[in-house]
């Protein structure tokens, strides 16, 4: 079935694409790009099913992959219609455009840390044929896409919940993940790059290979020749995830687990030094450091309350500060504070999530004791507390929106593990009221008035048979 809706698919966008060749269009190759990016998706969507979610992965991934493509051409036509063709994928495509020369003649850029990254991958990115601006739109829109299929398979590897299919929905269709990583730009690649640090960080803590050790660096590099400030959040959840974390990774691998610990400590290390060199922190001046984040701090701040879109708050300093600046960062603008339709779709979703987090959040709390057994979601967990933390500074719902989408998928990894009861802390719980209920010497008591359910209740008589024969 999969396969056929992906030739049809594939056949319907070479008609339109030969359709618009046909008609003098210079769009008609980046048509033929999108007929190859189903095919190899598609591939991909098959090869990546499990026993867990073979039966509806590959169509998920085919539709998912259409409504990337539909979203960046819609980001496209915002650009070229609304904005008259000013904004930053315009440059980053007109410098990658330049720079494919220095990269044929086999050179490597002078690149800087942001920016110029970003236009030396671009011209990279450009080498074998240079698109028209929605062509690499729809590029970079690719390569997030497969950033987001590494994180949904960073939250299978490790999954307690068995709600596979929540979180798939989520990191595939929620409309900041599936609008914002849909350009030519810093998104597109940290969304790759979050991705691989993501499915590396879980592999790591299950086994401890080096093979994931590798794949992580490969992935923080990237994010911190980008943003070296979310870089660091991710080696530092990481860092204090395999610490504190009594998954089954970490038994009967101590010595794999210590000698990762200290390699993760040094990756943390140049992590911070490349935060701090990007922000123009001395951390050898010792109290004066402060200074300097301090003034980081104001400067965000002041730089992004500009503007239409600029919002009242500021960074959190303090604990007592902490909700006010998680509800900013993750779920405004409210929609009396929307002033366009990209601002309103934006509060629309965050409404969603906050009615979500507030419906789930005492299961959250009470289910939330076993995150320990959980190192991936630990990981999430601590990643979305710094990313907040870091992040509410900024003053500015456009950037705020634009930001989210970097952390909304951890912040749903927490949330669908927790906000229900995961199957891992069932069986726990089944199996802790086992123990009492065979070491009581009381009667047995009537069916109807027993606090185990049905399946616990099998469980007891089960395991109890096993001891007695």
Request: proline share 4%; glycine share 10%.
């Amino acid at each position: 079935m999969t396969r056929g809706a992906t030739w049809i698919a594939v056949g319907l966008v070479l008609a339109l694409s030969g359709v618009a060749w046909l008609l003098g269009s210079t769009e008609a190759a980046t048509g033929f790009a999108i007929a190859i990016g189903l095919v190899v998706a598609s591939y991909f969507g098959t090869r990546m099913a499990t026993a867990a979610d073979r039966d509806w992965l590959p169509t998920l991934v085919l539709v998912a992959f259409l409504t990337k493509m539909v979203a960046s051409t819609a980001r496209w036509g915002v650009l070229e219609f609304v904005y008259g063709g000013s904004g930053d994928a315009t440059g980053y495509h007109g410098e990658g455009s330049r720079l494919v020369a220095v990269w044929r003649s086999f050179e490597v850029p002078e690149f800087e840390i942001g920016t110029e990254f970003v236009n030396s991958v671009t011209g990279l990115l450009y080498v074998p044929y240079v698109p028209t601006l929605l062509g690499g739109f729809i590029l970079f829109a690719t390569i997030a896409f497969f950033g987001q299929l590494l994180l949904y398979a960073a939250f299978r590897k490790t999954d307690t919940s068995g709600r596979l299919g929540w979180y798939a929905v989520s990191v595939f269709f929620l409309p900041t993940i599936v609008y914002w990583p849909s350009s030519i730009g810093k998104e597109s690649l940290m969304f790759l790059f979050l991705g691989t640090a993501s499915y590396a960080a879980a592999g790591l803590m299950k086994d401890y290979r080096i093979r994931w050790a590798v794949l992580f660096a490969v992935g923080i590099a990237g994010a911190a020749a980008i943003r070296p400030h979310v870089a660091l959040l991710l080696v530092g959840s990481l860092a204090v995830a395999m610490v504190f974390s009594k998954g089954t990774g970490t038994k009967g691998l101590g010595g794999r687990r210590i000698i990762a610990i200290i390699s993760i400590g040094l990756v943390l290390g140049a992590a911070t030094v490349a935060a701090a060199a990007k922000f123009n922190i001395d951390f050898t001046e010792g109290l004066a450091a402060t200074e300097d984040i301090e003034r980081v701090i104001e400067n965000v701040e002041g730089a992004t309350s500009r503007g239409g879109s600029a919002v009242t708050g500021s960074s959190i300093s303090s604990p007592a500060e902490f909700p006010a600046g998680f509800i900013k960062v993750m779920f405004r603008p409210f929609p009396t504070e929307a002033g366009t339709i990209q601002v309103l779709a934006t509060s629309i979703e965050g409404m969603l999530m906050f009615g979500l987090l507030l419906w789930r959040f005492i299961p959250m709390v009470r289910y939330g004791r076993h995150i320990r057994r959980t190192p991936y979601i630990l990981f999430a967990l601590v990643f979305t507390i710094g990313f907040v933390i870091a992040f509410s500074a900024f003053n500015n719902f456009g950037l705020l929106a634009r930001q989210r989408s970097q952390v909304i998928p951890y912040f749903m990894a927490v949330l669908i593990t927790y906000g229900w009861r995961p199957h891992d802390t069932a069986s726990e719980d089944a199996e802790s009221q086992t123990v009492n209920v065979e070491a009581s010497p009381q009667e047995p008591q009537e069916s109807g008035s027993s606090d185990l359910s049905g399946a616990q209740r099998r469980q007891v008589q089960r395991r109890t048979t096993e001891r007695s024969t």
